[in-house]
């Protein structure tokens, strides 16, 4: 059996890097599943979740935003501009945020793709802690 080894990286600092058994990456139009063995690829990360199956088979969740994955051999390596673990997202303030969003006013066609654009990143967002928030309660 081949093993996958998942770099996770900001501008900012390696976020993870280690063996794993699967990584589920949030691409631009769609979710791609990678195990051992994968075709090498390049794409487009959207805002999503990032799950991470360990190599002792705990699931590992991120909230990432944009950049790109790239597959390698058996590496996989996840650029973005963000990546934080699903436990640390506070689900009461993604619900702010989220409605601040929606309220803002937009008199543009620009403004409103801004706006848009920020409302599916907080939606993406919010499922992501909240997916963390009952992962940790089952934890428990």
């Known amino acids: 059996m081949f093993e996958l080894h998942c770099v996770v990286v900001t501008p900012e600092r390696t976020v993870r890097q280690g063996p794993v058994q699967f990584v ?3 691409l631009f139009d769609g979710e791609l599943g990678i195990a051992p063995g994968r075709t090498p690829l390049i794409g487009r990360l959207g805002s999503g ?3 991470i199956t360990t190599e002792e088979g705990a699931v590992e969740r991120y909230y990432v935003e ?3 994955v790239e597959v390698l051999g058996n590496v996989v390596t996840v650029l ?3 990546a934080v673990p699903a436990e640390e997202l ?3 303030v993604c619900k702010e945020l989220l409605d601040a969003a929606r309220e803002r006013v937009a008199h543009s066609p620009e403004a409103m793709e801004v ?5 599916a990143q907080l939606r993406a967002q919010l ?3 909240r997916r963390g928030q009952k992962a940790s ?3 428990h």
Request: glycine share 16%.
């Open 24 to 26: 589920a990456v949030p």
């Open 49 to 51: 979740e990032l799950r």
């Open 66 to 68: 944009g950049g790109f």
């Open 80 to 82: 973005t501009g963000r």
């Open 90 to 92: 506070d689900v009461a």
């Open 115 to 119: 706006r848009e654009r920020a409302v």
């Open 127 to 129: 499922r992501v802690a």
């Open 137 to 139: 309660a089952g934890a």
